[in-house]
T-cell receptor, first 116, second 113 residues
């Protein structure tokens, strides 16, 4: 079956612009995670959803970052007033659920965001 | 808060040689421990995981890892490396709470033919 997909694969934008990054999880997965991977670093947790609700957004760096998952499937990460420091690969992962013990997270290929 | 240290940024081994990638974690209790591999243009793939029980865990692609509580370590090993193992390897921990992962900075593995 299809894995986690992310669009676009690459996004180049100018400082101050607004961007949206999309994640399509594996069908039937109720948990969805966003991570950010800066150059030379490991992925860093941003936010996760269980169903439609954001269960933990403690990793969002500031209020310019926001994510939604209105129907409990596709999620969009939104970044306002982009800054050069936002340049990174944004990774999405999904799992069957986020509760009841560990469930493997399946990662998408990521969206590479470049802010000029 | 938990943290993960991977002290080796780059490692080069010859094909057929053995491999050990180091990982140390900081957490008050025993976390869930993982090793992921990331190849260029590919998503992160889970190699193996440790929750409890036998401290030597087997994973995919011939990898294994050993949990040592006394050393707070979870090192990844492979007896004989193949050229296709060249990739970046990440150690990660989870302490429950939605299973969010904390990753190390990664070790880039180069395999010489």
């Amino acid at each position: 079956g299809a894995g986690v997909s992310q669009t676009p694969s690459n996004k180049v934008t100018e400082k101050g612009k607004y961007v949206e990054l999309r994640c399509d999880p594996i069908s039937g997965h109720t948990a969805l995670y966003w991570y950010r991977q800066s150059l030379g670093q490991g992925p860093e947790f941003l936010i996760y959803f269980q169903g439609t609700g954001a269960a933990d957004d403690s990793g969002l760096p500031n209020d310019r970052f926001f994510a939604v998952r209105p129907e409990g499937s596709v999620s969009t990460l939104k970044i306002q007033r982009t800054e050069r420091g936002d340049s990174a690969v944004y990774l999405c992962a999904s799992s069957l659920t986020a509760s009841g013990g560990f469930n493997e997270q399946f990662f998408g290929p990521g969206t590479r965001l470049t802010v000029l | 808060a938990q943290s993960v240290t991977q002290p080796d940024i780059h490692i080069t081994v010859s094909e057929g040689a053995s491999l050990e990638l180091r990982c140390n974690y900081s957490y008050g209790a025993t976390p869930y421990l993982f090793w992921y591999v990331q190849s260029p243009g590919q998503g992160l793939q889970l190699l193996l995981k440790y929750f409890s029980g036998d401290t030597l865990v087997q994973g995919i692609k011939g990898f294994e890892a050993e949990f040592k509580r006394s050393q707070s370590s979870f090192n990844l090993r492979k007896p004989s490396v193949h050229w296709s193992d060249a990739a970046e390897y990440f150690c990660a921990v989870s302490t429950g709470g939605g299973n969010k992962l904390t990753f190390g900075t990664g070790t880039q593995l180069k395999v010489e033919l």
